[in-house]
């Protein structure tokens, strides 16, 4: 794990540091963090009792603290780290990307998060082509259904990508991920892809960003494109 930096966006309308957690079980080919899935072993890492010593003093101005990947879910000695957290009394996000509905329905019940963002790679029918891996569809399914259901604060996250996600899959998204209260369309920065080939693909435009935002609005409370 490492810590990464101070953020006023990663926590809707909170100050926190966003920490990076190495791994994890999909192989998007427009993933940025090829570090973190295929050369994390050598990179410097924070072990956890160092990490909660080191965050100790600062999260008395911070109101808390996000967690992103990877996939945070996929190690269990996460729920020591959160619990460890939340005595100190912070707000807790987590990135995931929601293959995991077991873990998410234990961190709810135990409160140790205040705010999901859970990513989307791609309608369920394009699933297992987009990540390279073979999870069973409901498993997305019933980790969508545990955080809407149970009231606790989230968000969706897409990224659109040419040729990959366009407009029809978006709307596909859309239509499943109805009424919920938060849609963020992410950049895609091509030159960062896991696969080579997707290195040299264009990305969308704001222009064209901001037209596929306004075609799913009004399915959600709010959408918008990340900043």
Known sequence: MGLRKLSTVDYPNKLCIDLTVAGCNYRCPFCPHEDLIYHYIPMEKTGLEELVRTLRPRLGFLDGVSLSGGEPLLHRELI???????YQG??????????????IQILIDRRLVDFFSVF???????????TN??????????????????????EFRVKPIPGLIEKPEL?????????APRFVIERFEPEKSLDKDYRELVP??????????????????????EP
């Open 80 to 86: 020591d780290f959160l619990r460890e957290l939340k």
């Open 90 to 103: 912070s707000l807790i996000k987590i990135k995931t990307n929601g293959s995991r509905p077991k873990a």
């Open 120 to 130: 989307i790679p791609a309608p369920l029918s394009k699933y297992n082509q987009v």
């Open 133 to 154: 891996y073979n999870i069973d569809i409901e498993e997305i399914s019933k980790a969508i259904q545990i955080i809407r259901k149970n009231g606790i604060k989230h």
């Open 171 to 179: 709307m596909e998204i859309a239509n499943m991920l109805i009424g």
């Open 204 to 225: 969308f435009s704001d222009d064209e960003l901001y037209e596929l935002r306004d075609s799913v609005a009004p399915y959600f409370h709010e959408a918008l494109v």
